[in-house]
């Protein structure tokens, strides 16, 4: 079909053109078209001579004729007291044309304004915030991540920058739902992609405080995929045109190990990467083979409770055994360079502290009180003999998830020549062998054993007989495209007939420990009677919160994490005394060091979940000297090398 291209085909073209050139546009004609229309009809009425009444002896000046139609067209009820037939009919005729371009005028108006509305939903003005901290992606983490933020800086109200691909309305619904401290927080959102630079501009990162990247939820199927838009948006981030980022902390996850390096640098080294997969593999693995240990960890990277600070005192050339009873609000347990890089968990007792060394210090705040004591003999302390060796364990894991093989590779290590591992999951044992083969190491000390199934079927457990195992891990599996919601539901179901095979066995002293998505769950996994519950979401959460808030603090966090080196464990507190004579923290600090260990809290064993069995990080300091006498289940938490 012929396209008409004559005359008023171009005309209609250009006027359609001009028009659409916004709102300034759209006015200036309004503007044009009613002068046109004033200057119409004042014509008109000196042709026909009508028009204002002249005054006495006199003709009507120019002016006031242009004025007098000007005025028929901004009201139309002006021209009720026209006198003569002519006269009304030129006056109705502007009237109607001042009807039709004041209708234009308000249409005009109305539309520009919602257009700027629907503008202003979509997010699409610029932050024009200084000071804030801006959250890139979007994922179930965000609710947390912002949660955790603001109680680090429970004294201040900040502003959180959130932008994400996601619509911008559903976003701020969702963090109106699920964000708990919502009156500390001013919250901003914003959609767009992190990857762009004319989106990264409109939420000022350079004028951020610090900058937080997550793995999107979208992405969380494909590790290689997530990280690959984490990568870039570092390589955005640190290479804008618009400028440096200058004191701006950055943390971002990755999802595999190896990304942890290219994202490191395509940030020049600037950003704290951490692998929160693996973090977290090693949470859950570490928490199943010591009861109580998630209420640690939980304690830990929370900001309500005790964490880890870094702080500078003078004690040059004093060695680190000498300093462990001088702090009474806080736990010393290592050190950390301040002019350079480097940590050390558990350092030896006669390490002479140096110039440059601050100290790690486990406590509710980062106003540490230092009262030296004087000197400690720990030649004087004795302790029970016990031989540490790597025990011989036998683990359970149903489900199945990413965090499968670092979980493996770290299993490996903790634990003595003729351990197992059975995995229980849904995936194909041909894909699954496959897999473990070309991501983790072969097992040295380790015997693998496969069941194909769903671990949520009865029939199917009747066959594991579950109860058998001491120690058991539920992943997170989603099984394909299932929802947060949905894996949570299938876990919290292995849990319940976990319980059920352990009632009717009469099986006591299973260590169980469940990988939960959403922290709603929490409550729900519990009643299964179960202790070690690892929201894996929040945990994550909580490990990139505490980065952003002190970035020296990452390497210490991946440190406790890892087989080598000290970690923490909750041992007899027969190691340390002899059961039945009093007592104090105190001496349980020193004979923790005499066993090359670093005390960081007791259990006096209550049976009871609001009491939180019992466990205290950093006993305030009347508890420290106040006497006890330790029974059976009484167990002090330590970092240590080994679980001896």
């Given at each position: ?612 069995y019992g466990l205290v990080l950093n006993p305030p300091l009347a508890q420290r000297t106040a006497p006890f006498v ?15």
């Amino acid at each position: 079909m012929a396209i008409e291209r004559g005359f008023r085909a171009k005309l209609r073209y250009r006027s359609d053109e001009f028009l659409s050139g916004g709102a300034g546009r759209q006015l200036f004609f309004l503007f044009v078209l009613t002068i046109g229309v004033v200057l119409v009809f004042t014509a008109i009425s000196l042709v026909l001579g009508v028009g204002p009444e002249a005054p006495e002896g006199g003709q009507v000046a120019m002016g006031d004729r242009l004025w007098h139609y000007f005025g028929r067209i901004l009201d139309a009820g002006t021209m009720a007291d026209d006198a003569g037939a002519v006269n009304r009919l030129v006056s109705t005729g502007t009237t109607i044309l001042g009807v039709i371009v004041a209708g234009l005028l308000i249409s005009s108006l109305a539309g520009n304004f919602q257009e700027r509305l629907d503008d202003i939903k979509r997010g699409g003005s610029p932050v024009m915030e200084e000071g804030h901290f801006l959250i890139l992606g979007w994922s179930e983490k965000i609710y947390s991540v912002i949660d955790q933020i603001s109680e680090a800086y429970a004294t201040k109200h900040i502003t959180v920058v959130v932008m994400g691909d996601d619509d911008k309305l559903e976003m701020e619904a969702k963090l109106r739902d699920k964000v708990v401290h919502q009156k500390r927080v001013k919250l901003v959102v914003r959609s767009g992609s992190s990857m762009n630079l004319n989106d990264l501009s409109r939420v000022s990162f350079a004028q951020a405080q610090a900058i937080v990247v997550l793995v999107d939820d979208k992405d969380a199927d494909s590790p290689d995929k997530a990280d690959g838009r984490i990568i870039k948006t570092l390589l955005a981030i640190f290479n804008h045109p618009d400028g440096k980022l200058g004191t701006v902390r950055v943390t971002a996850e990755v999802m595999n190990p190896a990304s942890q390096e290219i994202a490191a640098i395509a940030s020049g080294g600037r950003a704290e990467v951490i692998k929160t997969n693996e973090i977290i593999s090693k949470i859950l693995l570490q928490t199943s083979r010591i009861s109580g240990l998630s209420l640690v960890y939980d304690e830990l990277l929370r900001f309500e409770g005790n964490e880890m600070h870094v702080k500078q005192f003078p004690v040059a050339g004093r060695r680190f055994g000498e300093l462990l009873l001088d702090f009474p609000n806080g736990l010393v347990v290592g050190t950390s360079k301040l002019t350079s890089v480097g940590h050390t968990l558990n350092p030896p007792a006669d390490y002479v502290m140096q110039p440059d060394d601050g100290l790690l210090i486990l406590a509710e705040d980062a106003n540490v009180q230092f009262q030296p004591r004087g000197p400690i003999n720990l030649a004087a302390i004795t302790i029970p003999q016990h031989e540490a060796e790597k025990p011989v364990e036998h683990l359970l894991i149903l489900g199945w998830n990413g965090k499968i093989f670092p979980i493996m590779e770290e299993f490996d290590n903790y634990v003595g020549a003729g351990s197992s591992v059975t995995l229980v999951n849904s995936i194909p044992m041909e894909e699954r062998i496959a897999l473990l083969t070309d991501q983790c190491p072969p097992p040295k000390k380790v015997q693998v054993h496969h069941l194909v199934g769903e671990f949520t079927n009865r029939k199917l457990m009747e066959q594991l007989q579950p109860q058998r195992y001491p120690t058991v891990m539920v992943l997170a599996d989603a099984g394909g495209e299932a929802t947060v919601e949905e894996s949570d539901t299938r876990a919290i179901i292995a849990l319940l007939l976990l319980r059920d095979f352990r009632q009717r066995h009469g099986v006591k002293g299973q260590e169980v420990c469940s990988e939960i998505l959403d922290p709603k769950n929490r409550e729900l996994a519990a009643t299964t009677e179960i202790r070690d519950v690892v929201i894996s979401n929040e945990m994550v959460s909580m490990v990139l919160a505490q980065i952003t808030y002190e970035p020296r603090i990452r390497p210490v966090l991946e440190d406790l994490f890892q087989s080598d080196g000290s970690e923490i464990y909750i041992k007899d507190i027969a190691c340390y005394v002899p059961l039945g004579q009093p007592t104090t923290f105190e001496h349980l600090i020193l004979a923790a060091k005499v066993r090359n260990e670093v005390a960081m809290g007791v259990q006096v064993y209550v049976d009871d979940a609001a009491q939180r069995y019992g466990l205290v990080l950093n006993p305030p300091l009347a508890q420290r000297t106040a006497p006890f006498v330790p029974k059976k289940g009484d167990r002090l938490i330590v970092l240590a090398e080994d679980d001896g």
